[in-house]
């Protein structure tokens, strides 16, 4: 059931790039937490590993993963 959950969400990956339109849709969509960094600030797309994103997902969490991480133990 995790995984069809999953594919039925509008889950985000944000992979890097350079982009700046894009950089900004990702610090949008990062929560923030008073007193801190955003996460998209402290690590901007464009240093992401090759694989790694940012990963939007449905319940509002933003998280750094490989995509490759995503099954039912992780919904």
Known sequence: MG???????????FFRSTDGMAQRHVRNLCPLTPGRPSVAEVRPLSTLRPGECYAGLADGRMERRRPGQFDSATC
Request: aromatic share 0%.
């Open 3 to 13: 995984r069809d959950l999953l594919a039925n969400t509008a889950t985000k990956l």
